[in-house]
């Protein structure tokens, strides 16, 4: 059974975010961590309350509803968003406002690679956690990816075309449970789990509920992704751990582990599961990552 998380908001530059925490007597470094696109805080509350025991509660947890997903107030326009560091951009304030010396910094999957860009930009990071980051690609892909995505050459990706189409009006929260049970990304995902997901991913509309995290946005979030991560990593000067699944869907490629190999800064590690590793095996994970962070 997972702790409960206190919910609180924030304003960031005048808009109102909506986080959750795990807090502990001392201010002192907290985790910060950031979720994956579609998703929002409340789905990891099992993997961050079991993080949060791990450290006896002596370490808060702050995990943000990034821009346009959970219960995050702050205007979401995707024909705005050109790029992820909108989302950097939001964390970073999300940390300043929260008045932060230092602190570890984690994420899954864009998370990860959010938390990465803002690692190689801030002094105050002490560690980076990176949970099956997006990345996909060889360097030298990376700028025909970028000129193919300016000049709108090729179809959308097939994930991305997904989430445009997925289904967003309710009835109920039952009626969300019983659609997504067992259905495409959410099969091998705890009930509770999905559960989390939907509590911090629904909003009231009506008579209806409305994924908070709106389909369109949630597509242009995937057609943004970066390509030039490899430069975040390599302008890294702090421990850096990679967790990566096993299976196929994977989104941290065999071309980036070997490209990243020969940095003595990072440690990356492979285990059993999906790109959905701390969700699907929140003891494990939350394990790992908190012998990391005592090494």
Known sequence: MSLKAERKEIILKGETFSYLSFDSKSPENPIIFLHATGLNASTYIDFLSNLFEKFNGNRSIH????????????????????????????????????????????????????????????????????????????????FALKYKRFFKIGESSDISLSAAKRRNSFDSLENAIDHFTGRAIFKTWPKEALENYLQGGLKRAGEEMLLSCDPVWEAKTFNTVSYDTYKHLKRLNIPTYILRGSSG????????????????????????????????????VSSKVSNFLDE
Not at 249 to 255: G, L, V, W
Not at 260 to 267: A, P, S, Y
Request: glycine share 4%; charged share 25%; proline share 3%.
């Open 63 to 142: 995990f943000l509803d990034q821009r346009g997903h959970g219960l995050s107030k702050a205007k979401a326009d995707h024909k705005k968003l050109k790029s992820w560091e909108t989302y950097a951009k939001d964390a970073i304030s999300f940390i300043e406002e929260l008045n932060i010396e230092t602190c570890d910094l984690m994420g899954h999957s864009m998370g990860a690679i959010v938390a990465a860009n803002i690692s190689s930009k801030k002094k105050n990071i002490r560690n980076l956690i990176m949970i099956e980051p997006v990345l996909f690609y060889r360097p030298n892909e990376a």
């Open 249 to 284: 869907t994977s989104t941290f490629s065999d071309q980036a582990k070997e490209y990243l190999t020969n940095n003595d800064k990072l440690k990356i590690e492979e285990f059993s599961g999906s790109h959905f590793l701390p969700i699907e095996n929140a003891s494990i």
